[in-house]
T-cell receptor, first 111, second 115 residues
Framework: GEDVEQSLFLSVREGDSSVINCTYT??????LYWYKQEPGAGLQLLTY?????DMKQDQRLTVLLNKKDKHLSLRIADTQTGDSAIYFC???????????FGSGTRLSIRP | EAGVAQSPRYKIIEKRQSVAFWCNPI?????LYWYQQILGQGPKLLIQ????????DSQLPKDRFSAERLKGVDSTLKIQPAKLEDSAVYLC?????????????FGPGTRLTVL
């Protein structure tokens, strides 16, 4: 089965970069997603990376994938108060419509 | 495009009572999911529908939980009778079937408190 490990908490100063790390166990994952959950809300897809890529950039977001080490990271540049949320990195297998969420990383922003 | 709708947003009941949640997915989305999210944890899949058929209900406590998706559109999730440990946010999500990748669109959730 697929499983992920993430740090539970991260605190960053406003304007700095945030880096959220994720380690997954199943190397057959074809797509790796980053979902964001703001307080009191459902989850929304932030970005995703295909397993044959090692980097993807989307405005302030940079996703890095190290398949050898099964390590995924999300970098948020110029972190803002609106980035305060829980971030999840659930993988899924090709064609699989089921994704499994870990506990997520709670990002808090300090002034 | 309208998002996933859920109701009610909040529900407080006493243990052993029954409760039902409703979900209206995004129009055209064949796949519908119900998740349970306990405070401090990630969402746990309870049941997945493809149109009106069940794809996965392996983690649904079938002695007390039931779900249906009549006509392959709206869905209801019922708990009968509720226990204290059922206190959680119940999230509904939907996605297109046959996508290259699986982006799930989530509703705002129903927060259930069992006293």
């Amino acid at each position: 089965g697929e499983d992920v490990e993430q740090s539970l908490f991260l605190s960053v100063r406003e304007g700095d970069s945030s880096v959220i790390n994720c380690t997954y166990t199943d190397s057959s994952s074809t797509y790796l997603y980053w979902y964001k959950q703001e307080p009191g809300a459902g989850l929304q897809l932030l970005t995703y990376i295909f397993s044959n890529m090692d980097m993807k950039q989307d405005q302030r977001l940079t996703v890095l994938l190290n398949k050898k080490d099964k390590h995924l990271s999300l970098r948020i540049a110029d972190t803002q108060t609106g980035d305060s949320a829980i971030y999840f990195c659930p993988p899924s297998s090709k064609g699989a419509s089921k994704i499994i969420f870990g506990s997520g990383t709670r990002l808090s922003i300090r002034p | 495009e309208a998002g996933v709708a859920q109701s009610p947003r909040y529900k407080i009941i006493e243990k052993r009572q029954s409760v039902a949640f409703w979900c209206n997915p995004i129009s055209g989305h064949a796949t519908l999911y119900w998740y349970q999210q306990i405070l401090g944890q990630g969402p746990k899949l309870l049941i997945q529908f493809q149109n009106n058929g069940v794809v996965d209900d392996s983690q649904l406590p079938k002695d007390r939980f039931s779900a249906e998706r009549l006509k392959g559109v709206d869905s209801t999730l019922k708990i009968q009778p509720a226990k204290l440990e059922d206190s959680a946010v119940y999230l509904c999500a939907s996605s297109l079937a046959g996508q290259l990748y699986n982006e799930q669109f989530f509703g705002p959730g129903t927060r259930l408190t069992v006293l």
